[in-house]
């Protein structure tokens, strides 16, 4: 394997959630709380982030260029681990700076991160502004390290493809044989990762990713491609069919990072029935994925389901409306 730059608290807890399983209607649920990966409040980033660090440091950058929306759980913590790593950090963020920083921003600001705001709505204006921020920063006589938007890369996915094995470990230990792994894909390495793992460990469940931003087909395409690549750095080789990479449209609601009736509700009942916090971005839409597998027969009270918590609770912060009395 590529070296890593420590940054994880690993193995992250595995744990039941009984009353949430029932609140279900019944498939065995394990929790596996990426949340808790022990590094700047946690969060999936953080596996990734292990090999990023490894490579800026190797390629003597100086800085780190990256970028995504204003609430992003994957800025936060690459500028965490740059600190860390004695590094200078820029990230690019899609549209105006918001009146007050809350949640992840505030974070970033406290981090020191020098935030540049694109005033556009549209994401892909984030990365022509990361490679023009890089250019001009080398240009300038620094060495920028240039980590794309969301952290989605099959170095990044490599995070997930070793966890693989930790989970593995885990549910030996725990006697479970799960039928199904759920997670929240957004910019895709994550499940990316997962599949290449599994797949290189002829796991036994199906992993089943609920999109909070693109299109499904999109996501199955980047899936395969970032699976293949991962795997190939991993020193494997893996065939992957854009056909046996299940992602389930439906969760977005009214777009990325803008709470659904659905994802709030999964948030309170999580926090209802295990004191668990989910995010409303991703953990909580994949939660309302989960539910609605339930509801539509495919996930059933025979399954057991490892429930993959991403982390992102920072956003939480920013979004007062979700917290709820009723
Ligand atoms: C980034 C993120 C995801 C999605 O991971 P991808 O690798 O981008 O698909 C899920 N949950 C949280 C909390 C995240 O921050």
């Not at 399983?21 to 649920?29: E, H, I, M, S, Y």
């Not at 509700?265 to 597998?293: N, V």
């Amino acid at each position: 394997m590529l070296p890593r730059y420590p940054l994880a608290l690993l193995p992250t807890p595995l744990v039941e959630a009984p009353r949430l399983a029932a609140a279900l209607g019944g498939p065995r649920l394990l929790v596996k709380r990426d949340d808790l990966t022990g590094f700047a409040m946690g969060g999936n980033k953080v596996r990734g982030l292990e090999y990023y660090l490894a490579d800026a440091l190797a390629c003597r950058a100086d800085v780190i260029v990256t970028g995504a929306g204003p609430q992003s759980n994957h800025v936060r913590a690459t500028a965490a681990a740059a600190r860390v790593a004695g590094l200078a950090m820029v990230a690019v963020i899609h549209n105006a700076r918001p009146p007050q920083a809350l949640g992840n921003l505030l974070l970033d600001e406290l981090l020191g991160v020098d935030l540049r705001f694109t005033g556009l709505p549209n994401r892909e204006e984030v990365d022509v502004q990361i490679e023009a921020t890089a250019a001009e920063l080398a240009t300038a006589g620094r060495r920028p390290y240039v980590i794309p938007r969301g952290g989605a890369s099959a170095l990044g996915a490599l995070g997930y493809l070793g966890a693989v094995g930790e989970l593995e470990a885990q549910l030996e230990a725990l006697g479970a044989h799960p039928t199904w792994l759920v997670l929240a894909t957004g910019s895709c390495g994550t499940q990316a990762g997962l599949l290449a793992g599994a797949k290189l460990r002829a796991a036994p469940y199906r992993i089943c990713g609920i999109t909070v931003s693109r299109p499904v087909a999109e996501c199955q395409a980047r899936i395969t491609r970032l699976a293949q690549e991962a795997a190939r750095l991993a020193g494997g080789s893996l065939a992957v069919d854009p056909q046996d990479v299940l992602v389930r449209g439906g969760f977005i609601g009214a777009g990325y990072g803008a709470p659904s009736a659905e994802g709030v509700a999964a948030i309170r009942l999580a926090a209802r029935t295990e004191g668990l916090f989910l995010d409303p971005t991703y953990s909580g839409k994949a939660l309302a994925g989960l539910i609605g597998e339930v509801q539509a027969g495919r996930i059933t009270p025979d399954d057991t389901v490892v429930f993959l918590h991403t982390g992102g609770e920072p956003s939480l912060f920013a979004h007062p409306e979700i917290a709820g009395q009723d």
